[in-house]
């Protein structure tokens, strides 16, 4: 069996220009499959900007709680390429296996014949491929870039679509306004087929009302039809079914009760799955989903903290990203008092400036990383930006020297340390720290 890493070497070289967004060559390459998508479970399509993982992980653990057997689709990975796909089986779904991975990517590789193709298009072939292959009651399928022509968009009659959260991002490839990036994202949209919504932004919501009025698609709006609110220590959810009162959420954050929410409204306009109410809470109280808000606790990284800080993981890496942390780290603040130091390393096509404004006059120092990608941005960049929103900022060469300038601060009480700004620096600090990922 040929190992995972090199099948994916080989297709990644099949397609080194730019990205062409367009389903044509998916079609077509489908074709030659013998059509995947048309043997699918049940499928639930999550498209939006913030929040498609945390929404995926929630649904999947409340349906998974409900006793379905569950197949998740999610891009990208932290450290494994494995992390992607998920298969369900009796008890809970696993990764998919190095074997069964690099079959169906050799089987990917061998009917393509080495035509021009993206490596989110081909892979995304061998997902579909392995969900067609083996039996749940549902599958997750997160979009990996927009929505409209992802590859993800081949599914002609899902169970639900979902929305999460819009705002600028990848802004080269949906376009620089909102209303651009919202109506790649309601592409998703299908006939008839019930659309559940997060809460948006006027505009963003105007695009998702027009399309679906066009098609006729039911919607499920946050903070229309559904809420998601906390009450104390707990979530209060409510919609035209009644009210739930639920343990809060274990992923960290104000966001993640809207997130859970979205999950909870997708879950419930599906009378035909019949989830009993009990699932709901303990779904949300088990999900786990790295890389987001994540509290670092062990391993070879955590262990290099100063003595008494604590140390935080998060992906967050655009402007109303950033807003959600930052938020985050308020209320823990409130409850908590410490100083805050941001590491962060991001990428060059990313808003760095306005990333960091959200922390200004929460964070005490920045300490910019390098990001071990091509298009990572140089840290001095990092650095001189953050210094211009107010945020003192220092550079060094790695996680581990930023850890370890960190005493020299003379911070008292010991820190609260973030580090943030790239999925691709989370992996690293997961793949350094030693223990699985997800």
Known sequence: MVAVDVVLARLLALHAKRIDLSLDRMWRFLARLGHPERRLPPVIHVAGTNGKGSTVAFLRAILEAAGFGVHVYTSPHLVRFNE?????????????????????LATCERLNAGDPITFFEITTAAAL????????????????????????????????????SISHDHQEFLGDTIELIATEKAGILKPTVPAIIAPQSPAALAVIQRQAA???????????????????????????????????????GRHQLDNAGTAIATLRCLPALQIPNAAFGQGITSVEWPARMQRLVRGRIAVMAPHGAELWLDGGHNPDGGRAVA?????????????????????????????????????????????????????EEIA????RVGIPAETHDSIA?????????????????????????????LAANGLPSI
């Not at 066009?214 to 035209?240: E, N, Y």
Request: charged share 25%; glycine share 10%; hydrophobic share 45%.
């Open 84 to 104: 992607r796909i998920r298969l369900a089986r009796p008890g809970g779904g696993v990764l998919v296996g190095d074997d069964e991975l690099s079959d169906a």
């Open 129 to 164: 491929l392995l969900f067609a292959r083996h039996p749940a009651d549902v599958l997750l399928l997160e979009v990996g870039l927009g929505g409209r022509l992802d590859a993800t968009n081949v599914v002609d009659r899902p169970l639900a679509t979902v929305i999460t």
């Open 327 to 379: 938020r985050a780290l308020a209320d823990l603040d409130r409850r908590d008092a410490r100083p805050l130091i941001l590491v962060v390393g991001m990428l060059a096509n990313k808003d760095c400036q306005g990333f960091l404004m959200n922390f200004a006059g929460l964070a005490s120092a920045v300490i910019a990383v390098p990001v071990q990608q091509d298009t990572a941005l140089p840290r």
């Open 384 to 387: 001189h930006t953050a210094r």
């Open 401 to 429: 020297e930023a850890l370890a300038s960190i005493p020299a601060l003379g911070l008292d009480p010991a820190p609260r340390i973030l580090i943030t700004g790239s999925l691709y620096l989370a992996g690293e600090v």
């Open 214 to 252: 066009r098609l006729c698609a039911p919607l499920r709006i946050g903070g229309k039809h559904w809420r998601a609110t906390p009450d104390r220590d707990r979530m209060v959810f409510r919609d035209g079914n009644g009210i739930m009162e639920l343990p809060a959420p274990r992923l960290v």
